[in-house]
């Protein structure tokens, strides 16, 4: 069986894990947004310290799904508390580098501004695209610093299209549920962890054949 259509077959046999994985992380953006609404350097780096190690439990368990076809609530509980700190040290990479970027466009007024904007804002979407490789690799197959990100770069460089399409989903996802239902918002988050962990693992197991 390949991570994709492991991946499919999770949507209805780990709903449960799925289900309260959305949970989680839907309770920490709502304490990010309550504290800093809007998109802001705060914001992002709160999001960072606050859905960053969600989001790292929850990847390591829909790594375990997809590899190994075991899941469930309470492996999703154990990773919070095991790999909290590893899904911090992934996020904050971006997050710093993307604030640095906002700060750099609040502050731009000619052209001597425009070099160090142009740089943290192509720096900022390469990490963004790179996290959702940068997850499984870190949580999962315990890659560290800067191996971590070459090797996250570099599978972005190979198939530039699961990382947008991660985007993309958790982007329409975020859009119906603030115009549609808020009941997507509690959806969205595992089906989009699944799928990131089926096209990392996928990618990296084509990338060694």
């Known amino acids: 069986m390949t991570y994709l259509s492991a991946a499919f077959k999770a949507l209805w046999q780990e709903l449960p894990v799925l289900a309260a994985a ?3 992380v839907c309770a920490a953006s709502g304490l990010v947004v309550l504290v800093s609404p809007g998109l802001s350097p705060l914001s992002l780096l709160l999001g960072a310290f606050l859905v ?12 375990s799904i997809v590899r190994d076809s075991g899941g ?5 509980l154990q990773n ?3 790999r909290a700190l590893a899904g911090l ?10 604030a640095l970027a906002l700060l750099n466009w609040q502050v731009y007024s000619g052209p001597l501004f425009a070099v160090p904007l142009a740089v943290s804002c192509c720096a900022g979407v390469l990490l963004l695209l790179a996290s959702c490789y940068a997850f499984s690799l870190r949580v999962t197959a315990g890659l560290r610093g800067k191996r971590l990100w070459l090797a996250a ?4 460089a190979r198939a530039p299209l699961v990382p947008l399409g991660v985007l993309a989903l958790a982007f329409v ?5 603030t115009s549609v239902t808020a009941s997507v918002l509690l959806l969205a988050p595992g089906p989009v962890a699944l799928f990131a962990s089926a096209g990392t693992w ?3 197991h084509a990338l060694h054949r």
């Open 72 to 76: 469930g609530v309470l492996l999703l």
């Open 89 to 98: 040290e992934v996020a904050c990479v971006p997050a710093v580098v993307t």
């Open 153 to 156: 770069l570099q599978l972005v």
């Open 202 to 204: 996928t990618e990296k």
């Open 52 to 63: 960053g190690p969600t989001w790292g439990a929850v990847v390591a368990t829909t790594d």
């Open 173 to 177: 996802a975020l859009l119906l549920g």
């Open 80 to 82: 919070l508390k095991r």
């Open 22 to 24: 959305g949970v989680l």
